[in-house]
């Protein structure tokens, strides 16, 4: 299966700044088959960024994502208060599909 | 307006078993697969199977392999997980996620229905 692992682990930033996210995985990852989720206390995961950098439905363009192969970044350009919350990413293109271990992203 | 409505909180016995149902609404069902995810709490996500409603070819993740059963009813829309042997690790919360291949294009997992807890305790 494939491994994905996330970086850092908790990254502590203030509203305004910019944020990046690493996902690194064990394989390449096929047609860039991945995504990226965002989840908040108490609620389910929401799809952020699939595929080649698109975004789902009402996600901002101040998220965007770069990379192939096995590593990629999720870049949130200027953090806004609503965008503080746990990051999952995950390959869809082989089963099992398998999830990052996580990135909480905190207000400093 | 893509819904999956998922079954209320369950509290089971070590060694029960659990079926969790997932019924969705909004957009035809047979064109979709219904993946299962589950979290523990205070952790990270963990795929555990999915099901095409047409095939009915199901996949699972190995530590799960003869333990989870994904089945369906295409008729009322809804897609059950059933986990039997339970212990107190699988305590977590149980989302069903669509998810499939849309003209060869693997689709990723979306939406999400609100979970479903499964507490382990006796």
């Known amino acids: 299966e494939i491994v994905l692992t996330q970086s850092p682990d908790t990254l502590s930033l203030s509203p305004g700044e910019r944020a990046t996210l690493s996902c690194r995985a064990s394989?390449?990852?096929?047609?860039?088959?991945l995504a990226w989720y965002l989840q908040k206390p108490g609620q389910p995961p929401r799809l952020l960024i699939y595929g080649a950098s698109s975004r789902a439905t009402g996600i901002p363009d101040r998220f965007s994502v770069s990379g192939s192969g096995t590593d990629f970044t999720l870049t949130i350009s200027r953090l806004q208060p609503e965008d503080f919350a746990v990051y999952y990413c995950q390959q869809y293109g082989r089963s099992p599909y398998t999830f990052g271990q996580g990135t909480k992203l905190e207000i400093k | 307006q893509v819904l999956l409505e998922q079954s209320g909180a369950e509290v089971k016995k070590p060694g029960a078993s659990v079926k969790v149902s997932c019924k969705a609404s909004g957009y035809t069902f047979t064109n979709y697969d219904i993946n299962w995810v589950r979290q523990a709490p205070g952790q990270g996500l963990e795929w555990v199977g999915w099901m095409n409603p047409i095939s009915g070819d199901t996949a699972y993740a190995q530590k799960f392999q003869g333990r989870v059963t994904v089945s369906m009813n295409t008729s009322i829309r809804t897609a059950y997980m059933e986990m039997t042997s339970l212990r107190s690790d699988d305590t977590a919360m149980y989302y069903c996620?669509?998810?499939?291949?849309?003209?060869?294009?693997?689709?990723?997992?979306?939406?999400w229905g609100q979970g479903t807890l499964v507490t382990v305790s006796s």
């Open positions: 394989q390449t990852i096929s047609g860039r088959y």
């Open positions: 996620v669509r998810g499939g291949v849309w003209f060869g294009e693997p689709l990723p997992l979306d939406p």
